[in-house]
Every structure is written in C-alpha cells, then in structure tokens.
C-alpha cells in the first residue's frame, strides 16, 4: 500500500504532504514554488517515498459549498498534475483550512515570518489528514 500525497495549491506556492505507509498520520514535507520546473522538482521530493496511490488536491469552496474563482483553477491543475504524475487525484473540501493553520501556528508562538514559510506545508498536511481522517470513519 503506497502513501498519499497532500497538496495545497497557490497561484505562487504549493505546499506538499505526505502519509506515512499506514495512511494514518500526514505530515508536511515541502513548499515548491510554482515554476516550469515544479513538476521535476515534486518528482524529486517525491523518489523516496514512492509508491504515491493517490494525490489530495484542496478544492477551494466558498463557505457556501459554491464555488470561489480559485475553485475552477484548482481543477484545471488538478488534470495538469495527474497527467504529469499519472497517479490519480481527488479534490477535498479545504474550507477553513488556511484559517486553522494560522490560528494553530498563532497559538503555538510562531512569529510571522516563521508563519509564513511554513502555512502552506501546514495547509497540505491539514487537508490529507482531514482526508485520511475521512476514510478511517468510511471503513
């Protein structure tokens, strides 16, 4: 059983978790700045951990449930990526997500800066254990 893969995408950054081998617990692994070279550079954080099963894309949704004008460009990535990858992707629900993040890495004494360089790796490992959460309560 291989690990799944968490993403939090970003018009400029993508943040990037992972499972470990049980599906269990997620944990960040890296930002990547979205370049012509992110697909070369994800593959290369990705060799060690491989076999990747599946990749959790956050689906920004309005509180709503609609769609927001990020909602349609996620989905476009999300096709990039799986033809780039050829693993399969699923779109999750990340609503709330950012907010959590800031406020957990506000409590926890982290200064903005700090903040700042690590909400997105922080955002992706939410969303895949939010999902890996999910799938416990499925089984």
Do not use: N
């Amino acid at each position: 059983m291989g690990r799944l893969l968490g993403i939090d995408y970003g018009k400029v950054r993508i943040g990037v978790a992972v499972s470990d081998t049980t599906r269990l617990i997620s944990r960040p692994l890296c930002t990547l700045e979205y370049k012509k070279d992110f697909i070369d550079k994800l593959q290369k954080e990705l060799k060690p951990l491989l076999p990747i099963d599946l990749v959790i894309i956050g689906l920004p949704l309005l509180m709503s449930g609609k769609d927001s004008p990020m909602t349609e460009e996620v989905r476009k990535f999300s096709e990039y990526l799986h033809q780039a990858l050829r693993i399969p992707v699923k779109l999750w629900d990340e609503r709330l997500t950012s907010l959590q993040v800031e406020r957990e890495m506000r409590d926890s004494g982290m200064k903005r800066k700090e903040r700042a360089s690590h909400s997105d790796t922080m955002a992706a490992a939410l969303i895949l254990q939010s999902y890996l959460d999910s799938q416990r309560m499925t089984v």
